[in-house]
């Protein structure tokens, strides 16, 4: 298995302003997986990470809004930006541990847009 | 990747095994069968997962018909602490994404 940590677990922010949320996996994975959850809704797929090279976003996503980085194997943030209330969600990472055919999941970040 | 199909609800009783049904009949023969759970709005935790042989681990058991085109999740002696939205996702692998439908809310009750 792998533990994945996220930073911040929550946080409360004004529209227009920009949050960074971490991820950090105990093992090296390939591929980070960043998702959405809007209240009361699945999780949605907003992009896949690959280190060294630009993530891959999906339908409905840019990259304006929601940059991605990935320095390592292990770390990988996504910035929300110029927040507005319908932002309010909760973040989710996931990764798979090299040889591993199963994902795992940080507990997510609660972000509310005020 | 191939969709899932699973009922939004079920109910089972606290200490009865829970069956939870899928239905994935466009499933391809290099995906997996994978389940996982949520728990009131935390990461999805990973259950098992599947490719053609039923499996069983500490959690659950998982039933895989011979056809591939639906499985069941099995978990043999339910707690109120198994409630969760339990998710069905068929997928390629680790390093290919997954897509998560609505799942079962499973309610075990005392």
């Known amino acids: 298995s792998a533990v994945i940590s996220q930073k911040p677990s929550r946080d409360i922010c004004q529209r227009g302003t920009s949050l960074t949320i971490q991820c950090q996996v105990d093992s090296q994975v390939t591929m980070m997986f960043w998702y959405r959850q809007q209240p009361g809704q699945s999780l949605t797929l907003i992009a896949t990470a690959n280190q060294g090279s630009e993530a891959t976003y999906e339908s409905g996503f840019v990259i304006d809004k929601f940059p991605i980085s990935r320095p390592n194997l292990t770390f990988s943030t996504l910035t929300v930006s110029n927040m507005s209330p319908e932002d309010s969600s909760i973040y989710l990472c996931?990764?798979?541990?090299?040889?591993?055919?199963?994902?795992?999941f940080g507990q997510g970040t609660r972000l509310t847009v005020v | 990747d191939a969709k899932t199909t699973q009922p939004p609800s079920m109910d089972c009783a606290e200490g009865r095994a829970a069956n939870l049904p899928c239905n994935h009949s466009?499933?391809?023969?290099?995906?997996?069968v994978y389940w996982y759970r949520q728990i009131h709005s935390q990461g999805p935790q990973y259950i098992i997962h599947g490719l053609k042989n039923n499996e069983t681990n500490e959690m659950a058991s998982l039933i895989i018909t011979e056809d591939r085109k639906s499985s069941t999740l099995i978990l043999p002696h339910a707690t109120l602490r198994d409630t969760a939205v339990y998710y069905c996702?068929?997928?390629?692998?680790?390093?290919?994404?997954?897509?998560f439908g609505k799942g079962t809310l499973l309610t075990v009750n005392p």
């Open positions: 996931s990764g798979a541990p090299m040889g591993i055919t199963e994902a795992f």
């Open positions: 466009t499933i391809s023969g290099n995906e997996y």
């Open positions: 996702i068929v997928g390629r692998g680790s390093n290919y994404k997954l897509t």
